[in-house]
């Protein structure tokens, strides 16, 4: 069994950030998410990879190459157009096994791979999706299931008290390589609003089961910097990368801290990066590698990628401020999301 990485997507709701690469490349505490979602399927077992790319598929294929670095082998599904969930993953037939694997590469999750694998042999069917628990599925298509597992249908958006479970599509599945003939060619289609309801229609086999542990969507703003304080506060198993010199501070190589500057936990500090005197970082901040953070300046729940510049007596809370850039001295910034190609402030 091989797996299929969905990693083509435009990823309009994380824009200006997604303007210059895919959205799986984003950094999740200062390493494109993507590593870490190889390493994670490398360490159970999954050596074959296939990514599906679209938007800025050179960021992604000059970055993982054969994948040798990482140790397993990955080849890449390149879309002319965009083809969608399912389109995508119809685009990379040649490259599948029988039964392969399928994740929605934004998604940070601690599923257990062997134990999708099981529930989808013993259950037979054509399609296993895994499915996760949220408070409030009204944002999402809650399932119906029978006693068996089995999918009866996914209602859309319901009302929190009308959603017949809170059990959501999780973007991962195990497929039979014979559901792809459900999947017309050369044209967008979504797996979630088209293929698993024909399936569904059909009678084909479509199942669920629930992945227990950590699950997150990083295809928002809010999720994206929610996403860093929960693995900042160990809710998943990802590793947080430097030495935790106090407890929730974690501190790269080669970094300067300047006189009387204070880390609030938590905060990740990237390698070599330099902070000035009296600055105050954290609770909540990551600090990419090679940053330059002059002396008085505050951040808190905010996340710098590598190489940015903030001068001297800058506030910024609840950012996200995209590679090597610049800000300037005495700002104050609530909510910014910046990147080379844009600015997008709440
Ligand atoms: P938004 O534009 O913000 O909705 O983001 P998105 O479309 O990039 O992501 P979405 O959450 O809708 O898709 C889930 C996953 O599937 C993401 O990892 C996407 O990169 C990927 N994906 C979505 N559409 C396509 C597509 O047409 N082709 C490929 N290869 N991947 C896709």
């Known amino acids: 069994m091989n797996a299929l990485l969905l990693a083509g997507g435009l990823g309009t709701r994380l824009r200006p950030l997604t303007e210059t690469l895919p959205k799986p490349m984003a950094p999740v505490v200062n390493r494109p998410w993507l590593e870490h979602l190889v390493e994670r399927l490398r360490d159970q077992g999954i050596r074959d990879i296939v990514i599906a790319v679209k938007h800025h598929p050179d960021k992604i294929r000059n970055h993982f190459g054969s994948g040798k670095k990482w140790g397993v082998n990955i080849r890449y599904a390149v879309e002319k157009t965009l083809l969608g969930t399912a389109g995508a993953i119809r685009n990379a037939e040649p490259f599948l096994d029988d039964r392969f694997a399928v994740f929605n590469a934004d998604i940070v999750h601690d599923v257990n791979i062997a134990s999708l694998v099981r529930f ?16 409030d599925p009204s944002h999402y298509g809650a399932v119906e299931q029978d006693g068996e597992g089995r999918i009866l249908r996914f209602v859309e958006k319901p009302k929190k008290e009308e959603a017949p479970s809170r059990r959501i599509n999780a973007g991962i599945y195990v497929m039979e390589k014979r559901a792809l003939a459900y999947i017309p060619t050369e044209r967008e289609v979504s797996i979630e609003r088209e293929t698993f309801p024909l399936l569904i229609r059909e009678g084909a086999g479509v199942y669920g089961t629930l992945i227990p542990g950590f699950w997150m969507d990083m295809g928002t703003r809010e999720r994206y910097r929610t996403l860093h304080w929960e693995i900042l506060n160990r809710k998943t198993g990802i590793p947080i990368p430097g030495e ?92 910014a999301v910046m990147n080379r190609l844009g600015v997008m402030e709440a």
């Open 120 to 135: 989808h042999e013993t259950h037979g069917g054509l399609v296993t999706i895994g499915l996760t628990e949220v408070e």
């Open 244 to 335: 935790e010199r106090s407890s929730g501070i974690w501190v790269g190589r080669n970094c300067r801290i300047g006189k009387g500057a204070l880390l609030i936990p938590p905060v990740l500090i990237g390698d070599r990066a330099e902070i000035g005197d009296r600055s105050i970082i954290g609770p909540y901040a990551v600090v990419g590698p090679n940053c330059r953070l002059g002396s008085g300046v505050r951040c808190s729940e905010t996340i710098l990628w590598e190489g940015c510049v903030v001068r001297d007596e800058t506030h910024l809370h609840q950012c996200v401020i995209g590679c090597g850039l610049e800000i300037g001295s005495r700002q104050i910034m609530h909510q």
